[in-house]
């Protein structure tokens, strides 16, 4: 079950107008789970709207009359179905924060993995030349008017998942996400560790790479006594990466715990945290940067950012508690 941080999470989404887009089959389908989800961003101040298609007919006027009834805070917009249902929810607002659309199910590249996040360069790229990313095929052309939209500026965020309980709620309250998240204008940041909340999300994306082998555990505990030592990438106010500073010596820094949220992998998020870490360290004085791992994502990330993979002498004391573990080196300065 995925951890919520409603705290964390509602400071960037309450007063925001959040936009509900389901298509009829998926209203009916999941007519509660829906209602359900409004009901609980209501609750955490965020402004909904739900967007559907159903066609005005006697047959629907009993769930049309529900939906009024059960989500009284809530506007409720019918789009015709004689148009195209994509396109008449990105045209309902000039300017939208974030358009939510549940669908059939993820969206997912050729391999059939979930994607997590994109741009629309990528999306754009995927669509051209470079090849099958989407494989959904019945979503290309709502993909492109998604993309026209956010480049015109008149959207900020775009979430595309599968709709079911909760999909909603874990899409926009956890560090994974429950779909594919569609942005340009990601605000990065870089900082040390202040709060308990952002110690509570460091500790989740330490714990799912535990799991995969590639680091060593640290408690929650160890976290919050070495919070000074921890510096996390936030995008739009949410931590989604972290590293620890781990100092060797007077001139070397060891990049401890970097690890990256699932959601936002193939981002360039690891590349800005290890960049800004560097460049915080060379303004402190440390002009040699060592780092520790088995992990092949982070081995290519530090070789793209010239790292050079070896054993070095002064250092020997520090391979011998990680044996079997790669060292990657970098001098700058």
């Known amino acids: 079950m995925p951890k919520l941080y409603l705290k964390e999470y509602a400071r960037a989404l309450t007063g925001r107008d959040v936009f509900i887009a389901c298509r009829e089959g998926i209203l009916r389908d999941h007519f509660q789970d829906i209602i359900t989800d409004i009901k609980f961003l209501v609750r955490h101040g965020v402004l909904t709207t739900l967007l559907h298609n159903m066609p005005n007919r006697f047959a629907n006027q009993k769930l049309i009359k529900q939906l009024e009834r059960r989500l009284p805070a809530t506007g409720i917009v019918r789009i015709s179905p004689e ?14 924060f974030k358009v939510i659309f549940p669908e059939r199910r993820y969206l997912i590249d ?7 996040a994109l741009t629309t360069v990528r999306v754009h790229e ?17 993909m492109a008017c998604i993309c026209s939209k956010i480049e015109a500026g008149q959207c900020d965020r775009v ?28 605000q990065e940041d870089f900082c040390q560790v202040r709060t ?5 999300i460091v500790y989740r994306i330490l714990e799912m790479y535990k799991r995969s082998g590639f680091l060593k555990p640290r408690t929650k505990a160890y976290l919050k006594r070495n919070r000074n030592r921890f510096y996390v990438t936030a995008i739009d106010g949410i931590v989604v990466g972290c590293v620890e500073q781990k100092i060797i010596d007077a001139k070397t820094v060891e990049l401890g715990a970097l690890a990256i949220s699932t959601r936002f992998r193939n981002q360039r998020v690891g590349v800005h945290t290890v960049k800004s870490f560097m460049a915080l360290m060379t303004s402190q004085g440390y002009t040699r940067f060592i780092s520790l791992t088995n992990n092949p994502r982070l081995e290519g990330l530090y ?19 990680s044996p079997g573990v790669k060292m990657f080196y970098k001098k700058v300065g």
């Open 83 to 96: 148009i195209d249902f994509y396109e008449a929810v990105l045209d309902h607002r000039p300017s939208m």
């Open 110 to 116: 050729h391999r059939g993995n979930k994607i997590n």
């Open 126 to 142: 995927s669509l051209s030349d470079v090849g099958d990313l989407i494989a959904n095929i019945n979503f290309k052309g709502a």
């Open 159 to 186: 979430h595309i998942l599968p709709a079911g309980k909760n999909s909603i709620k874990h899409e926009l309250f956890t560090v994974e996400g429950a779909g594919t998240l569609i942005a340009n204008n990601f």
């Open 196 to 200: 308990d909340e952002e110690v509570a």
């Open 303 to 321: 070789a793209r950012l010239g790292f050079v993979q070896e054993n070095r002498a002064e250092y020997s004391q520090r391979q011998a508690r």
